[in-house]
Structures are given as structure tokens and as C-alpha cells.
């Protein structure tokens, strides 16, 4: 396996559980303020939990030998995995859109800003935290999945 695989694999793994944290931390916190919009964060961060692990499992294939079955490699998984990731995101951003537009037709709702601003802090620095180290691996070994991942 070679180095940058080990490194990626690290790197992957560091966002994966920043996703997982960032999951939970939207779920809690949409419970605790009844915010629909926290809610749908806890949502995209768990739909990337669900990417990272598929993402950690196609960067260790992506450096196995061709064989038999897989001529040219399993290379050919990684743009794959990388369209789904976008056409996923899209879904939820537009689900998101969605709701908003049935939200404010029905006269929107009340919000409490003083927990979401706390949220809205707490989740920004986690995730440029996250996004800058990704940035930074990608920038020693660079690879697709690296930027997809740094990137979302």
C-alpha cells in the first residue's frame, strides 16, 4: 500500500468522525431548539457519514492490483464515487430548498438565535477546522477523494 494511501486513509477517518460529531451535535441541537434548519444539518452531516464510510472503503481499493475480474484496476471507482457524492449533496440541498419554500408559504415560524448563533459558531470552526486539514493533506499527496472531501 502505498504511503499516501495511509496518510489519505488518516485524513479520511479524521473527517469521518468530524461528520459523525458534527451529526450529533445537529440532531441535539435541533431537538433542544426545535429548529427544522439545525435538524436538516444533522441530516447532511449524517448523509456524509454514510459517503465517508463508502469514500474510506473506494481509497482502499482504488490501490489494489488489477486482477482477473478488474483488468484495468478498480481506479475507475473513485469519479464514480465522487458523481454520487454530488448528485447526493444536490438532493439534499434541493429537499432543503423545498422546505423552506412550504415553510414560509405557511408563514414561517419562530426562532430562537441565541442557541443557533452558538451552533452555528461551534459548527463553523469544527468544519473550517476539518476543511483546512483536509486541504493541507491534499496539498502533501493529492488525490480526488481528498478534494472532494476537503471540499464538502
Known amino acids: 500500500m502505498p504511503a499516501h494511501n495511509s496518510k489519505e486513509n488518516v485524513a479520511l477517518c479524521v473527517s469521518l468522525i468530524g461528520s459523525i460529531s458534527m451529526a450529533l451535535l445537529g440532531f441535539g441541537f435541533s431537538i433542544f431548539t426545535q429548529s427544522e434548519a439545525i435538524f436538516l444539518d444533522g ?70 438565535f441565541s442557541w443557533s448563533i452558538l451552533y452555528s459558531l461551534l459548527t463553523a470552526a469544527v468544519c473550517l477546522g476539518i476543511g483546512l486539514y483536509l486541504s493541507k493533506q491534499n496539498e502533501d499527496a493529492p488525490t480526488p477523494l481528498l478534494d472532494v472531501e476537503a471540499k464538502s
Open 43 to 112: 441530516v447532511f452531516s449524517l448523509v456524509n457519514v454514510t459517503m465517508g464510510l463508502i469514500t474510506l472503503k473506494v481509497s482502499r481499493m482504488v490501490v489494489e492490483p488489477s486482477s482477473n475480474r478488474f483488468h484495468f484496476g478498480k481506479a475507475q471507482t473513485e469519479p464514480l464515487l465522487n458523481t454520487i457524492k454530488g448528485l447526493l449533496y444536490f438532493g439534499v440541498l434541493v429537499a432543503a430548498g423545498y422546505a423552506g419554500v412550504i415553510t414560509i408559504l405557511s408563514g414561517g415560524q419562530e426562532m430562537n
